[in-house]
């Protein structure tokens, strides 16, 4: 049975940081890329990044570029979300997948957590 499970939201204040985990098992998990995204409230689920299955493609949304940082722990079948510099809406349910590849499109990936809420007050 494959289980994403992520961690570390919370609610901050606009200018800090938070760092969520994804922990994977039931999978090879170096074999997949894996990705964030994230949904607010009325709103659909987006992109936010992706890593490929070796770390050597990462892309970005442009709305968090320069402030947010993934990265992935193999032996820990881990995937990581580094969010610095939180704006107000970056508030959203924060999910991690796993993928064949690193997709941007959500409807391409095969296995979802459940998410985490991360809340950004003004």
């Known amino acids: 049975q494959v289980q994403l499970l992520e961690s570390g939201g919370g609610l901050v204040q606009a200018g800090g940081s938070l760092r969520l985990s994804c922990v994977v098992s039931?999978?090879?998990?170096?074999?997949?890329?894996m990705g964030w995204f994230r949904q607010a409230p009325g709103k659909e689920r987006e992109f936010v990044a992706v890593?490929?299955?070796?770390?050597?493609?990462?892309e970005y949304a442009d709305s968090v570029k320069g402030r947010f940082a993934i990265s992935r722990d193999d032996a820990r079948n881990t995937v990581y979300l580094e969010m610095n510099s939180l704006k107000v809406n970056d508030t959203a349910r924060y999910y991690c997948?796993?993928?064949?590849?690193?997709?941007?499109?959500?409807?391409?990936?095969?296995?979802w957590g459940q998410g985490t809420q991360v809340t950004v007050s003004s």
């Open positions: 890593i490929s299955w070796n770390s050597a493609n990462i």
């Open positions: 039931g999978l090879t998990f170096r074999s997949y890329a």
């Open positions: 997948a796993a993928a064949q590849s690193h997709w941007v499109h959500s409807n391409l990936y095969d296995y």
